[in-house]
């Protein structure tokens, strides 16, 4: 979980996940795709150097939007209560449960004259006997497969571009908070004969 080598720390384990809703909310809804401006702070680990927690402003200045993502090894989300929360004029809506497999979310409207309304909806993992759902990852794990049976090089859900801006973001937030993995997890140069090339052992 902390170990530079082996690309550890918050960002790169938890973050993903509220980076993702982020990304979700303000930037695969927009008709011309905004790569966001990025301020980050980062509390790193002591003995290794890892981030061990992390927040970043992600701020898309065209359209007038920005959100939060926070990722921590030392704090945990409350489950009974929101993990990520959409904020908009006409309301709020509030994802409950772990951001990366969420088990229900509430629509809370308020009208003109202060009247607060609020719809629930419950997202409950599927379960039968014929399959093991797991506890999340496999909507992404479908996904795949329908791309890889539709001979797809990518999902029309999740293009290529959106991850790499993503992706972006992400190392802009190593960046700024000082986090340095080693070349050899972070080249981009595949090596044959590299040590994480295991495929000929």
Same mark, same amino acid.
């Given at each position: 979980?902390?170990?530079?080598?082996?690309?550890?720390?918050?960002?790169?384990?938890?973050?993903?996940?509220?980076?993702?809703? %982020?990304?979700?909310?303000?930037?695969?809804?927009?008709?011309?795709?905004?790569?966001?401006?990025?301020?980050?702070?980062?509390?790193?680990?002591?003995?290794?150097?890892?981030?061990?927690?992390?927040?970043?402003?992600?701020?898309?200045?065209?359209?007038?939007?920005?959100?939060?993502?926070?990722?921590?090894?030392? %704090?945990?989300?409350?489950?009974?209560?929101?993990?990520? $929360?959409?904020?908009?004029?006409?309301?709020?809506?509030?994802?409950?449960?772990?951001?990366?497999?969420?088990?229900?979310?509430?629509?809370?409207?308020?009208?003109?004259?202060?009247?607060?309304?609020?719809?629930?909806?419950?997202?409950?993992?599927?379960?039968?006997?014929? $399959?093991?759902?797991?506890?999340?990852?496999?909507?992404?794990?479908?996904?795949?497969? $329908?791309?890889? $049976?539709?001979?797809?090089?990518?999902?029309?859900?999740?293009?290529?571009?959106?991850?790499?801006?993503?992706?972006?973001?992400?190392?802009?937030?190593?960046?700024?908070?000082?986090?340095?993995?080693?070349?050899?997890?972070?080249?981009?140069?595949?090596?044959?004969?590299?040590?994480?090339?295991?495929?000929?052992?």
């Amino acid at each position: 979980m902390v170990n530079i080598d082996l690309a550890g720390g918050a960002l790169l384990d938890l973050g993903i996940y509220s980076l993702t809703w %982020v990304f979700q909310t303000l930037y695969h809804t927009q008709s011309e795709p905004e790569k966001p401006n990025v301020v980050a702070a980062i509390n790193k680990y002591e003995f290794t150097g890892a981030d061990e927690s992390t927040s970043i402003i992600v701020q898309f200045p065209k359209h007038k939007s920005m959100g939060v993502a926070l990722t921590s090894l030392r %704090v945990g989300s409350n489950l009974d209560g929101p993990a990520i $929360r959409i904020q908009g004029s006409g309301g709020e809506i509030q994802v409950i449960g772990p951001a990366y497999c969420p088990l229900q979310y509430r629509v809370v409207k308020k009208d003109k004259d202060g009247k607060v309304d609020v719809q629930v909806v419950d997202c409950p993992i599927p379960k039968d006997k014929e $399959r093991n759902w797991g506890h999340g990852m496999f909507w992404e794990a479908d996904e795949c497969a $329908r791309c890889l $049976r539709d001979g797809k090089k990518e999902s029309a859900s999740l293009p290529w571009s959106e991850s790499i801006v993503i992706m972006e973001v992400m190392e802009e937030v190593l960046r700024q908070g000082g986090v340095v993995y080693p070349e050899l997890i972070t080249s981009d140069v595949f090596d044959p004969q590299g040590p994480l090339n295991t495929g000929k052992r």
